[in-house]
């Protein structure tokens, strides 16, 4: 397989798919982990949140549904929370780089990339999860994949609530650099 290296810039146009509005959780991949936020109209604050600021994350798990949910603080108070379902079965098993669950202090690694609506790469930041919900989300996932049931009405349920009210429903973990 030949693989073409490609270099990201920020300010520069964003060659890769861009996602619809919001987060998009591009995970377990032989390419890598990527988390896409699209953001019309970003400002200045939420460039800056995305790029550097605390990031959380926190799983939702029910009924062979998948749920990540992020939360991303500006100085010391939540400035935006978005949600990103996610279902393995969905990925090409010829790009499915499904870890193992055997290393209990393994972190897996996330590399945010986000996108403004013009299609502009504002920041990039690579954070990890912690090791605990690094196993948990492989779990699930090896559970999702394994279980034939759609996840589609698990999902309405979760969409009939707003992304701040969902993390109400589950821990967040605080993600590391």
């Known amino acids: 397989m030949n693989k073409q290296m490609m270099l990201l810039g920020r300010g520069k146009p964003y060659p890769l798919t861009i996602p619809p509005e919001g987060a998009s959780a591009e995970f377990l991949r032989t ?3 990527t988390l896409k936020i699209m953001l019309p109209s970003m400002d200045k604050k939420e460039e800056r949140a995305l790029r550097e600021g605390l ?3 926190g799983l939702l798990c029910a009924n062979n549904a998948i749920l990540w949910l992020f939360r991303f603080w500006a100085g010391d108070r939540p400035l935006l929370t978005l949600d990103a379902p996610f279902d393995v079965r969905k990925i090409p098993r010829d790009i499915l780089n499904l870890h193992s669950i055997t290393n209990p202090n393994q972190r897996l690694l996330i590399v945010l990339h986000a996108i403004d609506d013009k299609g502009i790469l504002r920041g ?5 999860l912690p090791a605990d919900l690094t196993l948990e989300f492989l ?9 034939p049931r759609s996840d589609q009405y698990q ?18 973990w605080t993600m590391g650099k």
């Open 139 to 147: 779990s699930a996932a090896q559970n999702q994949l394994a279980d």
């Open 31 to 33: 390419d890598g982990n």
């Open 55 to 57: 990031a959380e994350t």
């Open 124 to 128: 990039i930041r690579a954070i990890t």
């Open 155 to 172: 999902h309405a349920v979760w969409m009939q609530q707003q992304p701040d009210q969902l993390t109400n429903s589950t821990k967040m």
